[in-house]
């Protein structure tokens, strides 16, 4: 498949394996990982291997693929016990977007563990132990 990269986007780089991931799942156009910041237990990001900085040049074709993925991955982690997900898209900086790759967040909640808004310390998290968990075949 034909790929546009960009060699100075840090989640360019995470796709070529420069950068290394935490990965739960990839395919031919898109690829989803743990984000890195331990805010949320199972913040998962999913990102089309297509560089593209935001909704302004996402192309359809885009969407459609990384939105395949991200439903896919919700209906896993639902099946590994949570209960609800929190879907964002940051585009543009005045919305914070710090990244300027596409991506979604996913971020998955439970009724022991509450979405906090905004989110105080980082959580203990093993990324390496719960990647493993929830990383789908
Ligand atoms: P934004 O603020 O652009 O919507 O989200 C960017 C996200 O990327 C943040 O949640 C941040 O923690 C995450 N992030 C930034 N650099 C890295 C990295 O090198 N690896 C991973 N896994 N996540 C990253
Ligand atoms: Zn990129």
């Given at each position: ?22 990965k739960i799942y990839e395919d031919?156009?898109?690829?989803a ?36 993925t991200?439903?896919k991955i919700?209906k896993h982690y639902?099946a590994k ?50 990647a493993n968990l929830l990383r789908l075949p």
């Amino acid at each position: 498949m034909k790929t546009k990269r960009n060699p100075n986007c840090i989640f360019c780089q995470i796709i070529e394996g420069k950068i290394p991931c935490y990965k739960i799942y990839e395919d031919e156009t898109t690829l989803a990982f743990l984000d890195i910041s331990k805010d949320v237990e199972g913040h998962t990001l999913v990102i089309p291997k297509k560089h593209q900085a935001s909704m302004q040049d996402a192309t359809n074709c885009t969407l459609h693929n990384v939105f395949k993925t991200v439903n896919k991955i919700c209906k896993h982690y639902y099946a590994k016990g949570y209960t609800g997900m929190r879907i964002q898209i940051n585009s543009g900086e005045t919305v914070g977007q710090s990244v300027h790759h596409l991506h979604v967040h996913i971020l998955p909640t439970k009724a022991t563990q509450p979405l906090k808004e905004p989110a105080t310390k980082p959580l203990q998290i093993n990324l390496e132990e719960l990647a493993n968990l929830l990383r789908l075949p």
